[in-house]
């Protein structure tokens, strides 16, 4: 038998967002190890150091989905390499700020498409509408009742319920594009040279 007491602590402990650290002006911390270059630039990027690495800016995301709606962000890198810090903001703010700019876009066509399925739903609920004047046909009603609620379904599902969540991911886009971006070198450890004695003949 569960024990609800041992339920209700082990809700609360997934619940929590333990992975989630705010600095002293309340700015989600996302902190960000990269042993080298290649961690933090596209190994692709050839000409110049503009292009954010694809495992690194994931990294980044999946840390900032979950940043509270009131708290802006802040991002530490870490590194042993030597980097220009300006060079990585720009890689990090230009990656964000591509993906804000095409979210845009797909909240433009989410509008044009949720407008056309309410037109075509008020469209075919006219014809609906003249088939209970005139026609009088049960068969003929029913298809058009179905094909009336899936267009207009169809609209304020685009509409409401995606619109909302693409509202929700570019407005965590633009805390990225705009967050601020510190580079911490990291002190190598000197190894230790050891001496090794070999047994005497």
Sequence with gaps: MFDKK????????????????????????????????????SSYDYDNNEKLNEELADYIWDK????????DIRIKVY????????????????KYKKEYLELREEKKRNALFSLAMLIAGLFVLGILYLSYLFFKNEFLDVILEIVTWVF???????????????????????????????V??????????????????
Aim: with cysteine; hydrophobic share 40%.
């Design 6 to 41: 041992k339920l209700k602590e082990a809700r609360k402990e997934i619940l929590k967002k333990e992975d989630i650290h705010f600095d002293s002006d309340d700015n989600a911390l996302i902190t960000v190890k990269a042993e080298s270059e290649e961690q933090i630039f």
């Design 64 to 71: 900032a989905r979950f940043v509270p709606s009131k708290n």
């Design 79 to 94: 590194t042993s390499e030597k980097v220009d810090a300006v060079e990585v903001e720009t890689a990090i703010h230009n």
């Design 152 to 182: 207009i379904w169809e609209a304020a599902d685009a509409f409401f319920l995606q619109r909302a969540s693409l509202r929700r991911r570019q407005f965590t886009l633009l805390k990225l594009c705009t967050a601020n971006v510190e």
């Design 184 to 201: 911490v070198k990291k002190r190598t450890q000197k190894k230790k040279e050891t001496v090794s004695y070999g047994a005497n003949k």
